[in-house]
């Protein structure tokens, strides 16, 4: 079994189309998907707002690689170009977790870096998985306790929209 939890972002479009571009790639192996949240833009700030969503998929046929090669799949789709690293984008799919597998590979770093200090990652999938795990670094809802309350007030569910 190959369970991972995937990590979806856009801030260039039609935000909302996109990340149903990637849920609906992603159909034949969800398991869940958060709610759509908006949050502030990270590491480069000049840049529109971003529409947040998790999901969990599980596939026995996929491991780590094949999970990341479906996500740049669905960015291709989108037609994401990366021009600047943290700049905007019509889709990102991050690989934020499979199973307990770690990684170092710099194409593929397991867990995905910094899920553990970003509330846009953490309270999306907390929402779909109360009992979730950050591998080999604890649990998410610790994880989240411990960020700022500016951070996690930054993370605005979006009731009008859904995937």
């Known amino acids: 079994m190959s369970r991972a939890v995937l990590s ?3 801030n260039l479009g039609d935000r909302s189309a996109y990340l149903r571009l990637a849920v609906d790639g992603l159909r034949d192996s969800l398991v869940a ?5 908006e949050t502030a833009p990270w590491g480069v700030t000049d840049q ?5 969503a998790v999901c969990i998929v599980d596939d026995p046929a996929r491991d780590h690689w094949a999970w990341l090669r479906a996500g740049q799949a669905l960015e291709r789709e989108a037609e994401r170009v990366r021009e600047q690293r943290w700049g905007p ?4 799919v991050d690989v934020v977790a499979v199973d307990d597998v770690r990684s170092a590979d710099p194409e593929l770093l397991l867990p ?4 553990a200090e ?3 990652v953490l309270i999306p ?3 779909i998985d109360p009992d979730a795990d950050v591998p ?3 649990r998410a809802d610790a994880l989240l306790a411990a960020l700022p309350a500016a951070d996690k007030n930054d993370v605005r569910r979006r009731p009008d929209l859904s995937l």
């Open 8 to 10: 979806l972002g856009s």
């Open 33 to 37: 998907v958060s709610s759509v949240y």
């Open 48 to 52: 529109p707002d971003f529409l947040n």
């Open 89 to 92: 984008r019509t889709l990102d």
């Open 112 to 115: 995905h870096p910094g899920t």
């Open 118 to 120: 970003r509330a846009t």
């Open 125 to 127: 999938w907390l929402e």
């Open 136 to 138: 080999g670094v604890g």
